[in-house]
């Protein structure tokens, strides 16, 4: 049965379950949802526990008010007094949640409503699938403010969008619309405003309807694949291929084929 709850404990998200799909929404509006250390540790808990669920098959990301996210805040971290360590430490944060989407089980779905900026930006390239409003606008501003990116953007969007494309949006900071990012592969759609979530919701449904394990290897294999020479992931394909023979859902799927019916997917 589908229904919604707010965990209490985050100060900086807002988690909300929807049946089979969690959603996960940057909650500082008033700083357009700038990163500040709680939120990337928030983050964290949240990714985690939707991993140790079995019964979440989708999680979506996307920001409160008329933001994604900006990136660090800057006006806290000028304020803040860190160890150099301790700088060395909130950094790693950020890689650690790209990689938490990364490597998370379940797909990941970034709604970009808003401005996706620098560390904002980061965390959509990592998601499994980047939708985003027609209006809204992704950018890696890191040149202009003294810094680089992190996340493993520099891999990542070469990747999505070829490598002419990549050096244009990393070495001039420029910001893009929904509808260009569409346009040069780095989006896999747009919407408008009022129209994004509910596609994120139905996307989200639509994979949360397919077997778990099979996405869990496919993920896997899909990430690992540009760095994997052929021997080696002809192998890992043939090992998925065996060991999702060897799940229920499996039996299920080719029940239902022949049934001509909706599998009912376990995770089993």
Known sequence: MSHASQSPRHETLITQRHGPVMEIRFNRPHRLNAVVEALYTELLQALAAAEADPDIRAVILTGEG?????GADLKEHGAARRTLYQRRQYLQLGNDVCEAILRARVPVIAAVNGYALGAGAEMAVACDFLLMA???????????????VGGGVS????QLVGLAQ?????YTGQRITGEEAAR????????????????ARRLANELARQAPVSLAML??????????????QLQQELDAVFTCSTTEDWQEGVDAFAEKREPNFRGQ
């Open 66 to 70: 008329r933001a994604f996210c900006v």
């Open 134 to 148: 027609e209006e809204a606008q992704i950018g890696f501003p890191e040149t202009g403010i003294g810094t680089s």
């Open 155 to 158: 891999k990542l969007l070469p």
């Open 166 to 170: 990549a050096r244009r949006l990393l």
């Open 184 to 199: 040069i592969g780095l989006a896999g759609d747009c919407w408008s405003g009022e129209a994004l979530l509910d596609e």
């Open 219 to 232: 993920k896997r294999l899909v990430n690992q694949g540009a760095h994997t020479d052929l021997d080696g």
